[in-house]
């Protein structure tokens, strides 16, 4: 009886090859479909979690009150820890005692908190434009200046600035009224004390100073108002990178800065003599110990804060009333009122720790300069020294500024969703109690003039103004994320539409499922009710897109939806299939229920263990070391132990679980690499031995195999095993050769490409045994891994080969001992069930354990030595006995291919355990696919926007990883299939020999 399939007609079994020809092309066009979903879903991360926080289109917010500066100097020790900053040296000496004497008597201090990722850019940006890392940036590769922005130079008159490369330019190469200048890219040499870049700086403004009292027009620019004086000084940053932190020549760069800081205060004091000289003196980011920065680290987001000079408070003394736990928490997780220690000898002097993003406002304000349109931090008011009236204002200023950003933002949402349907959902937040609060406020606060201020009140007046600001924000992070919710549901539909569409599809062609249902339901067929189920959905998307395009919604929204409306219409469609299916399981036995969730809840646990390992590849080793006991004691049960096989499997099992516990970085190891070859020798030899005296034994049955095709090369395996030999010794002398005289002879060279090129051929010419076969592939591509190791990934080769053989006995002792005792729904299917396609069995339920087990090999062979973020995985080294003059696309093909030949072990072994159990390979590929995009939609809300890059790159790379698994396993399953199409495995019993 005919009925719909998911993407087509099905047709009766009664026809043999047009069911052939069907099923081929609707896994054909599932396959596409695939490629395309996970390509479009792919991108979603980039309109969830990486769009730009920016909104352009405000007005500046002109301060009300006279500035308090007529310049100011901001000072930025790059790399500068705050401990390393406060602490005193080892006798007792204070590194930097000008500072600390501007804290004692002149100005305050605290400790500015940089949130991740903690680096010189977004650093930087932090402090002169007010906000933290553009999440969009990642889009663009993490440029220099990746999306325009506003900032406290840009707000400036002027602004002279000397430097790094790599920071100055950032703010003012595209800056008319700026003067700027840096030193070469070739100063910053790793190798010497980098502290004479910080010395540079200084010496540029001072020749600049002096240039002016020869040059008048110079003199008029430094002596009008709202003036920036910006000194990047690298130094810190260059030592601690390659000195560390601790190092006498990073703590002694600490006492060049505060020179530095104290030569400025006096040039500058002295040439202008008006008391009206702000100065600044922070860091944009810590250091680690290991001297490197970018993460939530304390020791990379602490760093030292010190204002003083025109419009700055004075000292106060520390008291009980000075500052309360109010339950803030600064950006990089700091508590407020976190203790001063006391070994920095500052307790007795209020301490006023702020973000880092409040320093551009604090700069602005300093200078009476409008905030920077996008800033989004808070003026530290303990620093400023003004009267009540112009505190008030100035709080004001730096609300407005916010302000003006969450209505811009909002106004733009509401225009573009009033008309889409969407604007009641704003209209509705609008109308909440925060947002009233924010219009009431912002319509007193926008009333008021400085005269109009009543003696004691300004508390209040600020109260509300912090208050009004607190609220703007949240309704800035409110609107930056409106999307999320709808983009993440229809992404989360669309993951689970295509798993569904999967799951129908193995259930309808490689189950028995569709003809128990006939059986039990005659009269069950599928109605040709498509055409409404089509309509319907067609109706629902244009009605969508209309609604998208009135919303102005970026092109992808059109697409997730699609993709999602289409993926269940296919399941829809299926409906009276779904019932039919649910009407069966309710009708099995309760016993088969508890298998069935049993199943469900153990795949999942799986799973989720394998995202966990993404991170914590030790998960591995506690794996493989339980399933060597627990698969052990099964086989103990079944099979007697005098075969052998229950240790063979526990000692693969405990082998291979060594390898996720050694360290990512590869050391090189050129006699390990040499002796691993003669292993690889012994593991061939004894498989070999096996094969041609282990045939009477029934244990081994299925897998030895000389019937059908013997090899055209009877001395096939010794050529083989001398290719590993001479690879061995190609190792040694290539690498010898190349340490002692630099260069890689090209005889060398030539033969290491014959030796890989010749032995990965060879394969193709072996017996077709499960056995010979699987062992000629272990054979032919160890030449090739031996070439390209250094160290102990070249013993994982044979211990994985190892792992994999295990679980080819382990399946075949299961499949020995349900033909014998005949006990197993797996024998009766045999005799009742037989696909005609390539006399495979129909799928059961006990058969999820082979893609499981795929899976669980297939990421080993990813992580069993490093990842791909490590350097084990691209050890430029690796590829040195095949080239060594630069050429990056063949170096990258070879380390690429270096990867590739762990996972064809893994397919190859799995193609073999199909043909083993007579199942259908594509079915379990589609049950592959499935169960990682379990795992894809795990990873998909584990995307980062925030942290360090790294942290973000590895979160992008690890969904994107498994998104690609869709094309990644199907071209290694096309690949391997060349090698193990032909293998012949013979029947495990006489009864199945007879159906077959």
């Known amino acids: 009886m005919d009925f719909d399939g998911i993407l087509g007609r099905k047709q009766s079994s009664k026809s043999s090859n047009p069911r052939k020809k069907w099923l081929k092309t609707r896994e054909m066009w599932l396959v596409v479909l695939g490629v395309i979903l996970h390509a479009v ?364 950003q969450f209505l811009r933002k909002s106004r733009i949402l509401f225009l573009y969703y009033l008309l889409g349907g969407r604007g009641t959902k704003v209209q509705v937040w609008l109308a909440s109690k925060a947002a009233i609060s924010v219009c009431i406020a912002a319509t007193q606060l926008g009333s008021r003039t400085a005269s109009s201020y009543v003696a004691g009140s300004w508390i209040r007046e600020i109260a509300l103004s912090e208050n009004l600001r607190s609220l703007a924000l949240q309704g800035l992070h409110y609107f930056q994320t409106y999307d999320w919710l709808m983009l993440m549901s229809v992404i989360t539909l669309g993951y689970i539409g295509w798993m569904v569409c999967l799951l129908l599809h193995v259930l309808q062609s490689y189950t028995s499922l569709p003809g128990n249902i006939l059986r039990k339901e005659p009269a069950f067929h599928q109605r040709n009710n498509t055409r409404k189920v089509y309509l319907m959905g067609c109706l629902l998307f244009g009605v969508i897109c209309i609604k998208f395009i009135l919303e102005h919604s970026p092109p992808l929204y059109h697409a997730y939806v699609a993709m999602t409306v289409f993926l269940w219409m296919q399941i829809l469609s299926e409906y009276q299939f779904i019932l039919a299916l649910w009407r069966h399981l309710q009708g099995r036995k309760f016993n088969f229920i508890v298998k069935l969730l049993a199943i469900v809840a153990m795949s999942i646990l799986i799973l989720e263990l394998l995202v966990n390992s993404f991170t914590e590849r030790e998960l591995y080793t506690w794996c493989f070391l339980i399933v060597g006991v627990v698969a052990s004691f099964y086989l103990f049960k079944s099979i007697p132990w005098r075969s052998g096989i229950p240790i063979f499997v526990c000692i693969a099992c405990w082998f291979l679980s060594v390898f996720t516990l050694m360290p990512a970085e590869i050391p090189d190891n050129n006699p390990l690499v040499i002796a691993s070859g003669a292993m690889i020798i012994i593991i061939g030899a004894a498989a070999r031995w096996l094969d041609f005296h282990a045939e009477g034994k029934k244990y081994w049955l299925s897998i030895c195999n000389h019937e059908v095709k013997k090899s055209r090369f009877p001395i096939l395996f010794y050529l083989q095993a001398l290719l590993v030999g001479l690879a061995s010794v190609m190792v040694s002398l290539s690498t010898s050769h190349r340490t002692e005289n630099q260069e890689l002879l090209p005889v060398h060279q030539l033969i290491n490409w014959l030796i890989a090129g010749f032995s990965m051929v060879l394969p193709l010419f072996s017996e077709n045994g499960l056995l010979s076969r699987l062992t000629s592939i272990f054979l032919g591509f160890a030449p090739s891994f031996l070439l390209l190791s250094i160290g102990y990934e070249a013993v994982f080769y044979s211990a994985l080969a190892l792992a994999l053989m295990s679980w080819i006995l382990f399946e075949n002792a299961l499949l020995h001992s349900s033909a014998v005792k005949n006990l197993s729904p797996y024998t009766r299917n045999m005799e009742e069930h037989i696909i005609l396609q390539n006399d495979n069995r129909y799928l059961q339920l006990s058969d999820v354990r082979i893609p499981l087990t795929f899976m669980v090999l297939f990421n080993v062979a990813f992580f069993g030595t490093g990842n791909f973020a490590s350097i084990a995985s691209f050890e430029i080294s690796s590829v040195y006995r095949f080239i060594t003059v630069f050429s990056p696309f063949l170096m990258a093909a070879l380390l690429i291919f270096k990867l590739f030949i762990p996972f064809m072990l893994v397919i190859c072994a799995f193609s073999a355990i199909t043909k083993l159990l007579q199942i259908p390979r594509l079915g379990c590929y589609f049950l592959v696919i499935l169960l990682s995009d379990v795992m894809t939609i795990h990873f998909f809300f584990l995307v980062r926007n925030k942290g360090s890059w790294m942290e973000i790159g590895n979160s992008i790379s690890h969904f994107g990883i498994m998104s690609a698994q869709v094309v990644f396993v199907l071209l290694l399953f096309a690949l391997t299939n060349i090698y193990t199409n032909d293998i012949h495995v013979r029947s495990a019993s006489p009864s199945s020999q007879k159906v077959m």
């Not at 009150?65 to 310049?71: E, I």
């Open 41 to 404: 879903y792919m991108l979603s991360i980039f309109d969830i979690y990486f769009k730009t926080p920016i909104v352009h289109g405000m007005d500046s917010v002109t301060p009300r009150f006279k500035a308090p500066a007529k310049r100011l100097v901001f000072l930025v020790a790059d790399g500068l820890r705050a401990d390393k900053f406060f602490e005193p040296d080892s006798e007792g000496n204070f590194r930097a005692p000008f500072l600390r004497s501007v804290i004692q008597n002149q100005g305050r201090w605290g400790v500015s908190h940089a949130r991740p990722p903690t680096e010189s850019r977004p650093g930087h940006v932090a402090l002169i434009a007010g906000f933290y890392e553009d999440p969009s940036a990642v889009t663009k590769g993490w440029k220099a200046n990746p999306v325009e922005f506003d900032s406290v130079f840009n707000q400036s008159r002027h602004t002279i600035s000397y430097g790094s490369p790599d920071i100055v330019p950032i703010f003012c190469g595209a800056l008319p009224h700026s003067t700027w200048n840096t030193y070469p890219h070739d100063y910053e040499d790793f190798a010497t004390d980098a502290s004479f870049l910080d010395e540079w700086s200084f010496d540029q403004f001072q020749s600049l100073l002096n240039r002016s009292n020869e040059d008048p027009k110079l003199k008029e620019l430094l002596l009008q108002d709202n003036l920036v004086i910006f000194l990047h000084l690298l130094g810190c940053d260059s030592n601690g990178h390659a000195h560390r932190p601790f190092s006498s020549i990073y703590l002694n760069n600490v006492k060049v800065v505060d020179h530095i800081a104290e030569r400025m205060y006096s040039l500058l004091e002295g040439y202008f003599k008006d008391n009206r000289t702000s100065y600044v003196f922070t860091a944009d980011h810590g250091m680690h110990d290991k001297g490197s920065h970018g993460d939530g680290h304390p020791t990379n987001t602490d760093t030292p804060l010190v204002v003083w000079g025109a419009g700055v408070n004075y000292p106060k003394p520390l008291s009980g009333t000075n500052h309360s736990d109010c339950g803030f928490r600064f950006v990089d997780e700091h508590a407020h009122d976190t203790p001063t220690p006391k070994e920095w000898g500052l307790d007795g002097i209020e301490r006023v720790d702020v973000n880092q993003a409040d320093i551009a406002p604090l700069m602005s304000t300093l200078l009476g300069l409008p905030c920077p349109v996008n800033s989004v931090g808070n003026l530290p008011l303990e620093y400023i020294n003004m009267n009540e009236a112009e505190k008030v204002e100035a709080v004001l200023a730096n609300t407005k500024q916010i302000l003006n």
